[in-house]
């Protein structure tokens, strides 16, 4: 394959689709709490939901890997990125941001109004995000809000009813967001304090990883919470399980300082949480 391709797919992630899965997760909780609460399912809405979180998530990384340019030279982790290392050009960068641009709003077409006016607005944030490592003490809170938020336009596709489960799985989310950047942070966070790049790592210091322990537990109550509140059938509680040794093994890592296979972890926590939300579909049909 060309190397500039392949360069170009760096850029993107698409290489590292972990990120991919961080943010289809949470989307597809949403649309499965719609379709939940509306009996309703309409296959289409997955295929955007799929589409967009890979689009989106790539232009995420072009915008934050542009912004951070000169900084990730400066990260072990990050100094072989296209731009860090000068495979790729900036103009070249921001061309291919365009492009996906492009067709992530292309993808709009086949939604409702409601959905176009949520992508747009935090589709602003999400290009704001890269900046908030400069001003923010806690990006991550940042963070969590605009990827998190992937939950709620992917519910608007199925539903214009807001509910209160909504409002709990969007908070729920946000704080599992917070907890696994934080575990990712934790990675970096000796090269950050050099560059004067904030993360909740630094902020929370020696609690940080208490503080993405409780979050994690929040995300797992909120889940919980929906369950009653919805009336979920027995097969959903089945994932509590499962996500219980999750936790366990995510410490047994911890105390190795094994941050970055800590927050790859929350790639199988997506997976159960959306088989339990899956179940209730099951049970429902």
């Known amino acids: 394959m060309n190397k500039k391709i392949i360069s170009f797919i760096e850029l993107a992630r698409l290489d590292k689709p972990i990120g991919i899965y961080l943010l289809l997760w949470p989307s597809l909780l949403g649309l499965l709490l719609a379709a939940i ?3 309703t399912i309409d296959f ?3 295929l955007i939901v799929i589409i967009g979180s890979i689009l ?6 072009v915008i934050n890997d ?32 365009i492009l996906l641009g492009i067709l992530s709003t292309s993808l709009l077409i086949f ?4 959905t176009v006016k949520i992508s747009i607005f935090f589709a602003l944030l999400i290009m704001l995000y890269p900046l908030t490592k400069r001003f923010l003490k806690a990006p991550q809170f940042f963070l969590g809000i605009t990827f998190g938020s992937g939950s709620l336009i ?16 969007y908070l729920g989310i946000i704080a599992w967001i917070i907890s696994f950047d ?16 904030n993360s909740t790592a630094i902020l929370w210091g020696d609690d940080a990883i208490k503080y993405a322990q409780i979050l994690q537990i929040f995300f797992y109550v909120s889940l919980f919470l929906i369950a009653v509140i919805n009336e979920f059938s ?32 929350n790639n199988w926590i997506g997976i159960l949480a959306v088989l339990g939300f899956s179940f209730q579909i099951f049970y429902l049909s």
């Open 154 to 169: 992917a519910y608007s596709l199925q539903s214009s009813v807001f509910s209160i489960s909504l409002a709990i799985l």
């Open 182 to 197: 934080t575990y990712y942070a934790l990675e970096d966070k000796d090269d950050d304090l050099k560059i004067n790049i």
């Open 44 to 46: 289409i809405n997955y």
């Open 66 to 97: 542009i912004s951070d340019s000169k900084i990730d030279k400066q990260v072990s982790r990050t100094l072989n990125r296209p731009l860090a290392n000068g495979s790729i050009s900036i103009i070249e960068a921001w061309l291919f941001f």
């Open 111 to 114: 939604t409702n109004s409601l």
């Open 234 to 265: 027995l097969y959903f509680y089945s994932v509590f399980g499962g996500l219980l040794i999750l936790f366990i093994h995510q410490t047994k890592l911890i105390k190795e300082n094994k941050f970055i296979k800590c927050f790859k972890i």
């Open 37 to 39: 609460q509306s009996e």
């Open 56 to 61: 989106v998530r790539s232009c995420g990384c």
